[in-house]
Every structure is written in C-alpha cells, then in structure tokens.
C-alpha cells in the first residue's frame, strides 16, 4: 500500500491544477460568449487590438458594425470584442484652467529659435560632398 501512496500522491498534484485550469477557461469563455451575445447598438466597446468604438449595427451573427468616429463604420468579427467599457463623459470643469496654470505666450512674444552659423556651414559642407539635402530645422511657434 505505501508503494501506491506516493504515485497516487504525484498524480493528484499534476491533475488538480490541470483541472482548475480548465475549469477557468471555460468559464472565461461562456463570459465572453455572453457578452458578445448581449451586444446592442449603441455600447461602447474595446476590441482586442486596442480599438475603442461604439457598436452602430448587431443584425448578422458573425460581423459587428463599430463606429470608430462620427461617421466612420467599420465591421468586426464579433469575437473581436474583449470587453465593454463605460461610456467617455466630458467634464466641464476641466475646460476651466486650474489655478496656478501657465498661459501660452503669444508666437509674437516667443524667444526665436535660431541656429549657429557655424553648424549651418558645416551641414552645407556635407550635403554638398555627399549630395544629400538637409532640411532646415523646424522652428516649432513660429508662423
């Protein structure tokens, strides 16, 4: 008998995680299958690359139609859909500056950016020994 103890013993560690792990796939599964099921128009949805929309057109069985933008439909396999998400609520009072906030100084007022004549003269040397042709450095601020 205390042969088989240890046999028995090393089976039950292997199958008992095996089955619990089972067991939570299916259940994973019937969840996502219901969701996918009580889909309506109008949800908000993430789809499982990332992609957040609302749900305009349920009617086939297989495809989803998810509104990406206004006006903008596109269709989706119906597994597609991992969850749910709550709907986006604009707050007003984020469009109210915070106290203590820095205002945006005026282009006009903005300290120029402007490049070194000696870095410009040797950015012209290489491009004309290699052939190649620098852009001017953006100057971001500046109209």
């Known amino acids: 008998m205390e042969q088989l103890l240890l046999p ?19 259940r994973m599964a019937q969840q996502q299958q219901e969701l996918q099921n009580s889909l309506g128009e109008g ?3 993430m789809t499982t690359s ?3 929309g609302t749900v305009a057109n349920t009617d086939d069985e297989t495809t989803i139609d998810i509104e990406i933008a206004p006006g903008v ?13 709550e709907p986006v609520v604009e707050d007003d009072s ?10 945006a100084i005026p282009a006009d007022e903005a300290p120029a950016v402007t490049a070194s004549s000696e870095t ?22 500046k109209k």
Do not use: C, F, N
């Open 8 to 26: 028995v013993l090393l089976m039950l560690v292997v199958a008992v995680p095996l089955v619990m792990g089972t067991r939570k796939q299916k």
């Open 43 to 45: 949800d908000r949805v």
């Open 50 to 52: 990332g992609l957040y």
């Open 73 to 85: 439909v596109t269709t989706w396999l119906r597994q597609a859909v991992r969850e749910r998400v």
């Open 94 to 103: 984020a469009d109210e500056e915070a106290p203590g906030s820095h205002e």
């Open 120 to 141: 410009s003269a040797t950015e012209e040397k290489k491009s004309e020994e290699s052939g190649a042709q620098i852009a001017p450095p953006l100057e971001h601020g």
